[in-house]
């Protein structure tokens, strides 16, 4: 049962339906994951440095990300800024998209004058 989705005031089957394939998706995972386990999390691991952590898939804000999403940020930030994944996790989606933008901008100006 759907107790709580963003600032959706009444939840009932149409509003459901009608979310997007994504938003979808990964309500089904996390209530599959739930059910399965009775634990809320993904066992992931850093692409970089292999570091291995748990992500919280309902920590607030990520409610339409799809998991792939959160952990690619996620492991992006932490290894650029060599912050602990879980700290993070932690940040809004927005504040995450924020610092992945800004890391990139920062990698692009460093390529840039290495090639100049």
């Known amino acids: 049962m759907i107790e709580r989705l963003g ?3 009444h939840i009932n089957p149409k509003v459901i339906e009608g979310l997007c394939a994504a938003d979808l998706a990964y309500l089904q995972e996390f209530y599959n994951r739930i059910n ?21 898939m309902n920590a607030s804000g990520d409610r339409r ?3 792939a999403g959160a952990v690619q940020e996620v492991a992006f930030v932490a290894y650029h800024f060599h912050w602990p994944p879980e700290s993070v996790l932690t940040l809004e989606h927005a504040e995450r998209r924020r610092w992945v933008d800004e890391i990139s901008a920062i990698n692009e100006r460093a390529n840039s004058e290495a090639n100049a």
């Open 7 to 9: 600032s959706v005031a």
């Open 36 to 56: 399965r386990s009775g634990k809320a999390t993904l066992d992931t691991a850093c692409p970089k440095c292999a570091h291995e952590f748990a992500v919280e």
């Open 65 to 67: 990300l799809p998991p």
